[in-house]
């Protein structure tokens, strides 16, 4: 499956924004998907995870409360709306496709990733 992300930009800290992930040439249906992120000179780390139906969503802490994760397997596009967004949420966010049926916060367990979109929060 191909994955492209998009939505990502520059914007104000306490602003908004939308990210998108379109698949193709899968059956998005059947991932769970989830969202990365990596700032500059630090390791790729979780952000959200949602699992095929939709009925469970994961956060890592520093998200959770701000950003919610959901799906449109009729799009086949995933989301990550992010709120109150912070200087240090400032990243390269990437979306991932995992074709096992178990959520993970493990960047190794996905199969799939997208090329990534830019975040920048200023203070």
């Known amino acids: 499956v191909q994955l492209q992300a998009s939505g990502g930009g520059l914007v104000q800290a306490g602003g908004s924004l939308r990210l998108s992930c379109a698949a193709s040439?899968?059956?998005?249906?059947?991932?769970?998907m989830g969202w990365f992120r990596q700032a500059p000179g630090k390791e790729r780390e979780f952000v959200a995870s949602?699992?095929?139906?939709?009925?469970?969503?994961n956060y890592a802490d520093t998200v959770k409360g701000r950003c919610t994760i959901s799906r449109d397997n009729a799009k086949n596009t995933v989301y990550l709306q992010m709120n109150s967004l912070k200087p240090e949420d400032t990243a390269v966010y990437y979306c991932?496709?995992?074709?096992?049926?178990?959520?993970?916060?493990?960047?190794?367990?996905?199969?799939?990733w997208g090329q990534g979109t830019q975040v920048t929060v200023s203070s």
């Open positions: 991932a496709a995992d074709q096992s049926a178990v959520p993970s916060r493990s960047a190794q367990r996905y199969d799939f």
């Open positions: 040439g899968g059956t998005f249906s059947s991932y769970v």
């Open positions: 949602i699992i095929r139906s939709g009925v469970i969503r």
